[in-house]
């Protein structure tokens, strides 16, 4: 905002000193905010992950985080395990460009995929009996690390530079894996003790099979 009216007013002095011998000119004053775009789309290629969706290992870490005995899978309509996964992924930034006129980003990392699902804390939030935490498992996937790594600073970007609608998302805790990022969403600031336990058990995890596997 700041800014945009920096750029106004050079713009309306200098249309002063060109025109100041003339009296009766009169300054006509625009609103930079006038002509602003809503939203603005920016894809951004990767190289095509060729995994199936989803993927054995995120299987395999859905198990483990069950082992661990304190959360369960979300179920919904007697289906034994929800899995959302999709093509591409969508970020999105919203920012107060012009006295609450909103500039939206959408950020499209083509050719990664992901895969998602829900866990229930089987122990209610201290002082409740039916309020149980939950939060959002999440494994994208890529073709390359160097790929991960490039997603991974868009992405932080984006949940960092919005206040508007991706606040939440700064509780997110988010852990690396070869040609993998791994992500527990837990949305609200007082279930964000869930994702810190949840992410230090999944690094150890991984550290075990890169070991095992040497």
Partial sequence: MKTLISISLIVLLASCQTKNSDKHTTIQQTD??????????????????????????????????????NLRLQIDDNIPLKIEYWQDIYLTHVVDTCNHKYLT???????????SCYFKSTIPVNGTKDYFPRFNFIQWNFANNADRDSAYKIMNWVYNNDAIIT??????QTVFADKRLYMFEPGVKMFEEIGVEYAKYLKQYLSGKENNSR
């Fill in 32 to 69: 930079p905010c006038n002509n602003l775009k809503d939203s603005i789309k920016t894809n951004i290629i990767f190289s095509k992950a060729d995994t199936a969706l989803p993927t054995k290992d995120f299987y395999d870490i859905v198990k483990f985080i069950e082992s661990k005995g």
């Fill in 105 to 115: 980003q959408f950020f499209v990392l083509k050719n990664v995929t992901a895969s």
């Fill in 167 to 172: 606040y939440e998302y700064r509780y997110n």
